[in-house]
């Protein structure tokens, strides 16, 4: 006779699990009763100077050290976008607009290692798109892609030689892709006039004054827009910040997400300003979506709240017949965060859907930091600390930069990703501290080393190359700081400039900055200060003259009342691009 044996260890009974948590907590209380006082209390004031926990609604918020958030980083459950680039690849060519239905189901939670070539695999194969603008069209719709992946691969020219069949789909896969972004980044450029436009005839942009809660009021919110910080003091001076003398006229305290209200400032006094609707060709929304995000990113509320303002601008605009005449295909939005605090996903609560709209996928939508796929995001530069108001105050920043004598080879100004197992930075800062102090320099952000604008400007006058690793999203204000400084970019990944400032950085990235492939340095093929090293100074002079006598004007804001004759800045390479694009459209 068969006997059924039950194979499951017995439940431990309550008792046994109260005395299990009593004998843990007398253990613990004996190790700490051996710790003398004055040890215990230095480590809690270590622990808490190091971090700072913020408790809103039921959430609990750990911050650290970052200046992507003014100096902290906060992880909380749920809050903490992955930053993953959407994909849009099907076998050898693109999804049609809002088509999914061959797509099989993919795993698109935070963390998750699908590759690219999973991703297509499924798919049908759709006819081929050769059309530039259709291909503009198709980028719009995507499916889920790995964004370190992704990038690493996009930084080569060619399927290797011997390969499986599996990997040379999917090195097709992506050669692909990289086409269709180059060609998406062309169309971009090709807005773009020689020349700078004295005349407004037929050129008219009309602001629409929105009622205060989507801009003005937004900014009387900056004492508690974080926990931590009070904001208040970045929006002076029309949110260019407090002047910083050391570094003579034109520098400013300007946050890296003041750009909303800095963009417009400027429009208002714009010589081809108009008030009447009729007589315009552009229409700027003054909408200060990023401001809006902001002072949500850190509060329990439901994403409706976190959405509410935008869906009561949609609403307003509706009722706007601009707006609806031509489906807002001549409206622009300028919003001071990247793309994706705009497109939130189910999987998370961070950022609203502003973006995912289906009232905005016709307008331009001008970010820090563009979604490579949708062809209506366009990135515009990071505002940085300088500010000129003339021709005269850019000429004399120049010869500073030219002037000056560059001691170090390389500085990086970060910090370590120790909860990002996949970045580089803890290796670059390796390779750049175990080298002489000439070779490199290593500013740490972590201990407040950043906080000053005139520590950073220095150390990258004084440096020929700056590393600009990915941080908290693919790009960098840093890379603007570098560059305005003289400082030659050293650039990891593809998605941190090359894919992203078709309008003020050039095609040839090589004019202006390094690249190293971050694959490189994650597996330690490459020693990057060593590599650095072999680049002649002939060829570092040449960088730095096409960076400060080409480059510098065009990626820097002037302030409010600026009058600029012989340089275009970034705000009027912006705008006078705008309005060829609609002028073209007519």
Same mark, same amino acid.
């Given at each position: 006779m068969a006997v059924s044996i039950n194979r499951r260890k017995p439940k431990p009974s309550k008792k046994a699990e109260t005395n299990e948590h009593c004998s843990c907590a007398t253990f613990l209380f004996k190790i700490l009763s051996r710790i003398p006082l004055g040890i215990l209390l230095l480590i809690l004031v270590y622990l808490w100077s190091s971090s700072t926990t913020i408790i809103s609604g039921k959430i609990v918020?750990?911050?650290?050290?970052?200046?992507?958030?003014?100096?902290?980083?906060?992880?909380?459950?749920?809050?903490?976008?992955k930053f993953e680039i959407p994909v849009p690849l099907i076998n050898n060519g693109f999804t049609s607009p809002g088509s999914t239905s061959n797509i099989k189901d993919i795993d698109a939670s935070p963390g998750s290692n699908s590759s690219v070539a999973e991703y297509v695999k499924a798919a049908s194969t759709p006819e081929p798109i050769t059309d530039s603008k259709e291909i503009a069209n198709a980028l719009s719709s995507s499916s889920i892609g790995n964004i370190k992946e992704v990038a690493n691969v996009f930084t080569e020219d060619s399927i290797p030689a011997v390969i499986d069949g599996t990997d040379k789909n999917r090195y097709e896969e992506i050669a692909i892709a990289k086409k269709a972004v180059k060609e998406q980044l062309q169309l971009h450029r090709s807005w773009m006039s020689n020349t700078n436009h004295a005349s407004c005839d037929g050129r008219g942009v009309y602001v629409y004054d929105l009622p205060s809660k989507f801009n003005k009021d937004l900014i009387g919110q900056c004492g508690d827009m974080m926990p931590w910080t009070d904001f208040c003091k970045y929006f002076n001076n029309e949110a260019l910040g407090e002047p910083i003398a050391d570094l003579g006229k034109g520098w400013y305290h300007t946050h890296q997400y003041s750009l909303e209200p800095i963009f417009h400032s400027r429009i208002l006094t714009h010589p081809c300003r108009v008030y009447n609707e009729s007589e315009a060709k552009l229409f700027y929304v003054p909408y200060y979506g990023g401001l809006d995000i902001l002072r949500w990113h850190f509060k329990n509320v439901s994403g409706d709240v976190k959405d509410s303002l935008a869906m009561d601008l949609m609403k307003w605009l509706e009722h706007?017949?601009?707006?609806?005449?031509?489906?807002?295909?001549?409206?622009?939005?300028?919003?001071?965060?990247?793309?994706?605090?705009?497109?939130?996903?189910?999987?998370?609560?961070?950022?609203?859907?502003?973006?995912?709209?289906?009232?905005?996928?016709? =307008?331009?939508?001008?970010?820090?930091?563009r979604q490579p796929w949708e062809v209506n995001d366009i990135a515009i530069p990071h505002p940085t600390f300088f500010h000129p108001h003339s021709d005269d105050d850019i000429v004399a920043w120049q010869q500073k930069i030219i002037g000056t004598a560059r001691k170090n080879l390389v500085s990086f100004a970060g910090a370590a990703r120790p909860d990002q197992p996949e970045s580089i930075r803890s290796t670059l800062i390796n390779q750049c501290t175990s080298t002489s102090s000439d070779k490199c320099q290593f500013l740490d952000c972590k201990s407040g080393g950043c906080d000053q604008p005139e520590s950073v400007t220095k150390l990258f006058l004084e440096s020929e190359f700056c590393l600009q690793p990915p941080g908290d999203s693919p790009t960098r204000k840093s890379v603007f700081d570098s560059l305005v400084s003289g400082c030659i970019p050293v650039l990891f990944d593809p998605f941190t400039a090359y894919y992203q400032y078709p309008w003020h950085l050039p095609e040839d990235h090589g004019k202006y900055s390094v690249f190293i492939d971050q694959e490189e340095v994650r597996q330690m093929k490459v020693n990057v200060v060593g590599?650095?090293?072999?680049?002649?100074?002939?060829?570092?002079?040449?960088?730095?003259?096409y960076i400060v006598y080409e480059?510098? =004007?065009?990626?820097?804001?002037g302030d409010s009342s600026c009058r600029f004759e012989k340089f275009q800045d970034a705000f009027s390479i912006t705008v006078n691009t705008l309005l060829e694009r609609v002028s073209r459209m007519q």
């Open positions: 918020h750990i911050c650290v050290s970052s200046r992507k958030l003014n100096n902290l980083y906060c992880l909380s459950a749920g809050t903490q976008p706007r017949r601009p707006w609806v005449q031509n489906s807002g295909t001549d409206h622009v939005f300028v919003l001071g965060k990247i793309s994706w605090d705009f497109r939130r996903k189910d999987y998370t609560s961070w950022g609203t859907r502003f973006l995912e709209l289906e009232q905005m996928q016709n =307008p331009i939508k001008l970010l820090i930091e590599r650095l090293s072999s680049i002649s100074a002939r060829e570092r002079d040449d960088m730095r003259r480059l510098l =004007p065009g990626l820097v804001y």
